[in-house]
């Protein structure tokens, strides 16, 4: 029983979904203290106020609490914004970029079966015209 447990924790999925989730973990309290503590007074320098959790209306003695909610909306566009250009934009910079797929060499006569050059017009071993 041990051993099934021990050849399942070392196949190589479940490391490196272990070793993903606490990377991302760490990363995103990088973004979040990026947004939080640079970005958000940014903003507050610039256009005033930043926190909206005060905005409410009432009806029938209920209390809608919107401003929670642009508050939620504001800091998730702009961790997306902080991920895109200081993560996406600078490892599509350094990957490099794979080169587009060739199309097949070789495809399959539909008279005979027979393997010939994609490009062929006729095939080789039954001579029935081919589609190019």
């Known amino acids: ?64 609490l919107y401003g929670d909610f642009i508050n939620s909306v504001v800091s998730f566009l702009l961790i997306a914004t902080a991920v895109y250009f200081f993560v996406v934009v600078p490892l599509q910079h350094l990957l490099p970029k794979k080169a587009e797929e060739a199309p097949p060499a070789l495809k ?6 027979t393997s010939i050059p994609a490009a062929a017009k006729r095939c080789s071993a039954c001579t029935s015209p081919q589609a190019v």
């Open 1 to 64: 029983m041990l051993q099934g447990f021990k050849a399942f924790i070392l196949r190589g999925n479940v490391v490196d979904l272990a070793v993903a989730v606490v990377i991302g973990g760490a990363f995103g309290a990088i973004v979040t203290a990026l947004v939080k503590d640079l970005i958000t007074p940014l903003i507050a320098a610039i256009v005033g106020k930043p926190d909206f959790s005060a905005l409410t209306f009432e009806i029938n003695n209920s209390k809608f």
């Open 108 to 113: 399959d006569c539909p008279e005979c079966l």
